[in-house]
């Protein structure tokens, strides 16, 4: 049986990843916005700590794709997007 959804979060607006850190068996991503009133600053937004594991799930969901269709080697070797 899957489980229900209870969605009552806000919506956060990210502009990037300020860092990846590792945590033993877990990752805190950092994201970040822009800071108006301080140009070159950023602002954290939200500090997301997760398993380590559930990385290539979430780049696999990012991308759009099955995790079945495309290796996690072949998702490292990728530093550009394509045309």
Known sequence: MADLLIDQACDMYC??????ETLGPCRRIV???PD????????????????AELMAT???M?????QG????????????TAN
């Open 36 to 51: 108006a009133a301080n140009p070159g600053y950023q602002n954290v937004v939200i500090k997301l700590i997760l398993p």
């Open 58 to 60: 979430l780049a696999y």
């Open 31 to 33: 994201f970040t916005i």
């Open 15 to 20: 502009h990037g990843i300020a860092k990846i």
């Open 69 to 80: 269709t495309i290796s996690p080697a072949l998702l490292a070797l990728e530093t550009d």
């Open 62 to 66: 990012a991308i759009g794709v099955d």
